[in-house]
């Protein structure tokens, strides 16, 4: 029997509570999100110290665009913050950043911030921080499918599906947290996480800290993983 042992390689959280937090306090929504986008930070230079290396976030769904304006916009507003105070850090400890989903469609402005925290970070090897955007795992697998039938092609393998992906370059995450408890995976990563281990908790994204996140990896660390295999 395999025991994992080691740390993940790759972990993908789904940061949820955010609301829920700002409620419990009266405060406006936002606010809870501006809570959230501290224990982004917290949670990334956690996982850089465990020596993680892809920490893939979902920080807007396709379906948030549902969302009041004021809440929409107050998310990319908190979101161009993030990249702009903490691209000296990002590039002093090695990290790549990275997007996923159909992120062409946010506002201008975000859309720059983004393509420049790409660009300058494109070196860092330690561990890449990709951030899930507009992001919608069945559209990913749609967006694929339909670029196979556009390049004709009448065989497919797994492998040349997966080139397809948003994550083409990336492991399958091995463990996924979802924070807040909700136990739903609600459209991420549908594709890989065919063999992710799962994990859930009651606290709140902005509760959320770097002891429990360090209790998590060692429970996954304890997990057998056997791939169908006995
Ligand atoms: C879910 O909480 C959270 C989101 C939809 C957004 C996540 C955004 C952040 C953590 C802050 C900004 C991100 C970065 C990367 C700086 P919810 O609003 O659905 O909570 P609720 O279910 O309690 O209402």
Not at 80 to 101: A, H, P, R
Not at 149 to 156: A, W, Y
Request: charged share 30%; with cysteine; proline share 3%.
């Amino acid at each position: 029997m395999e025991k994992s042992k080691k740390n993940p390689k790759h972990i993908a959280i789904i940061m949820d509570g955010n609301g829920r937090w700002a409620k419990a306090r009266e405060l406006p929504r936002i606010e809870g999100h501006r809570a959230g986008a501290k224990t982004v930070k917290e949670i990334v230079t956690a996982a850089r110290e465990m020596g993680i290396k892809y920490l893939t976030l979902y920080a807007f769904s396709s379906e948030n665009w549902k969302r009041p304006k004021p809440e929409v916009n107050g998310l990319f507003r908190l979101l161009i913050e993030y990249c702009e105070n903490e691209l000296d850090t990002m590039l002093k400890n090695g990290i790549s950043f990275n997007v996923i989903g159909e992120w062409g469609k946010l506002p201008n402005n975000t859309r720059k911030v983004l393509r420049n925290t790409m660009g300058e970070t494109e070196k860092g090897k330690k561990m890449r921080l990709t951030l899930a955007l507009n992001y919608s795992a069945r559209k990913e697998i749609l967006i694929a499918v339909s670029n196979i039938l556009k390049d004709n092609v009448k065989r497919i393998s797994e492998k040349g599906f997966i080139k397809r992906l948003f994550t083409y370059d990336m492991p399958d995450p091995d463990l996924i947290i979802r924070t807040s408890g909700e136990l739903r995976l609600s459209n991420f990563l549908l594709w890989q996480a065919a063999y992710s281990e799962f994990f859930f908790t009651k606290t709140l994204w902005p509760d959320f800290s770097k002891d429990e996140f360090s209790k998590i990896i060692e429970d996954f660390a304890g997990r057998e993983r056997r791939y169908g295999g006995i």
